[in-house]
């Protein structure tokens, strides 16, 4: 029961907050937005060139130097 107390308070409180800076609360939204969506790009690229170099390696076959 005092967590839900706890976190009511707090949703009130933050809601509280953004109302009474709200052009201050936007502006910070101008510039999480876009770092998110950077930092998610940089994610998906380092992912790939990982999923990338695991597959390259799987495909020599192992039997390629008894020629």
């Known amino acids: 029961m005092k ?14 907050g953004i109302v009474l800076n709200w ?18 790009g940089i994610i998906a690229l380092l992912a790939g ?3 990338f170099s695991k597959e390259s390696r799987s495909e020599i076959p192992a ?3 008894k020629d």
Do not use: R
């Not at 967590?3 to 509280?16: E, F, Q, R, S």
């Open 3 to 16: 967590h839900i107390i706890i976190g009511l308070v707090a949703i009130t409180v933050g809601l509280w």
């Open 23 to 40: 052009y201050q609360f936007l502006d910070l939204l101008w510039v999480l937005v876009p770092m998110a969506v950077l930092l998610g």
């Open 49 to 51: 060139i990982s999923n």
């Open 63 to 65: 039997d390629s130097n």
